[in-house]
């Protein structure tokens, strides 16, 4: 099992430009999310899905699309760019099955915009 | 959200045991609570999850009193390689999805 992959592991973009990054798991997990982590902070809950075809808003959604066409994949799109949005990001995955709430996270996708 | 207060830094040494606390006064009845361990440039790393009393599994213990309002990870004879953060999370219940918040976390640093 590769767990949770996320590419790229890094990017420079100007801002306005859009971008969208990939991440994939092979566990089979109905549940996903994308956090972003902010210097000397905790991770902030962007967009989540709990399953193909669902997702909803986490706490701080503005700027940033997610669709869920299958069950291994979570793209998160940046629809234009902005400094404010310079940041780690990280996905994760769970089952939604049984009472372990064990996310698995990926490596994270370090962003600058300039 | 539930939110979930816990010290910024702690120090310690190795083989010594480390005490992390977290509060959340607000905990819902349906709520686990959940720690991570964060190593730099590294995601979250699941440690432990309990919903009361105490749970022990190979890495650290987790204690819950009856009133859920807090929760103390413990982890036994720390090492080095233990240095990292540690976040205490409490889940949101909605429509069936569980939604953690992470807070700020402790950062624990284990000297020699």
């Known amino acids: 099992n590769a767990g949770v992959t996320q590419t790229p592991k890094f990017q420079v973009l100007k801002t306005g430009q859009s971008m969208t990054l990939q991440c994939a798991q092979d566990?089979?997990?109905?549940?996903m999310s994308w956090y972003r982590q902010d210097p000397g902070m905790g991770l902030r809950l962007i967009h989540y899905?709990?399953?193909?075809?669902?997702?909803d808003q986490g706490e701080v959604p503005n700027g940033y699309n997610v669709s869920r066409s299958t069950t291994e994949d979570f793209p998160l799109r940046l629809l234009s760019a902005a400094p404010s949005q310079t940041s780690v990001y990280f996905c994760?995955?769970?089952?939604?099955?049984?009472?372990?709430?064990?996310?698995?996270f990926g490596p994270g996708t370090r962003l600058t915009v300039t | 959200l539930a939110k979930t207060t816990q010290p910024i830094s702690m120090d310690s040494y190795e083989g010594q045991e480390v005490n992390i606390t977290c509060s959340h006064n607000n905990i819902a009845t349906n709520d686990y609570i959940t720690w991570y361990q964060q190593f730099p440039s590294q995601g979250p790393r699941f440690i432990i999850q309990g919903y009361k009393t105490k749970v022990t599994n190979e890495v650290a213990s987790l204690f819950i009193p009856a009133d859920r309002k807090s929760s103390t990870l413990s982890l036994p004879r720390v090492s080095l390689s233990d240095t990292a953060v540690y976040y205490c999370?409490?889940?949101?219940?909605?429509?069936?999805?569980?939604?953690?918040?992470f807070g700020r976390g402790t950062s624990l640093i284990v000297h020699p």
């Open positions: 994760a995955s769970r089952a939604l099955a049984g009472v372990t709430y064990e996310q698995y």
């Open positions: 899905s709990v399953g193909a075809g669902i997702t």
């Open positions: 566990m089979n997990h109905e549940y």
């Open positions: 999370l409490v889940g949101e219940a909605s429509g069936g999805s569980y939604i953690p918040t």
